[in-house]
């Protein structure tokens, strides 16, 4: 597996906003991401809107499927099939993501999210593809 803390030292605005932090990975071989639920990601319940939990579940799978993969490819979201399970809380929010499938151009990423009370939140299957780092913009 590839050590994905370059990747993660400089972090795009995106993983900015939602607070990720790389963890490593666990004793199951699950990347383990940190994400952190701020107040201004709530909705009219005052619970984390799901738009920024899918957001982390979009930026944990593709984190996960770089550190599987050489330092030269990349991967892009074709889909992400997201159920929400219980409300989420403001605060940290733990995704634990794997690999599933891959194949010379897509890979199958599973995630979830978990709480700081240890309930699963929300969970996604992501398809993506591979791609050569300098062909991502090439329509």
């Known amino acids: 597996m590839t050590d994905v803390s370059d990747a993660t030292a400089n972090l795009p605005p995106g993983a900015q906003l939602l607070g990720r932090e790389w963890l490593g990975f666990d004793e199951a071989g699950r990347a383990l991401i940190r994400f952190q639920a701020q107040p201004a990601f709530t909705n ?21 499927a770089l550190a599987t993969l050489s330092p030269d490819l990349t991967v ?8 929400f399970l219980k409300p989420a809380a403001v605060g940290p929010i733990t995704a634990r993501a794997r690999m599933i ?3 010379e151009r897509d890979m199958v990423v599973q995630a979830e999210l978990v709480d700081a009370e240890g309930i699963t939140v929300a969970d996604a299957t992501a398809r993506l593809r591979i791609l050569a780092k300098n062909r991502v913009m090439e329509p």
């Open 76 to 83: 892009v979201t074709k889909s992400l099939d997201t159920r």
């Open 44 to 64: 009219r319940h005052g619970t984390v809107q799901g738009g920024f939990l899918a957001a982390m579940l979009d930026s944990a799978t593709g984190v996960c």
């Open 101 to 103: 499938e891959q194949t």
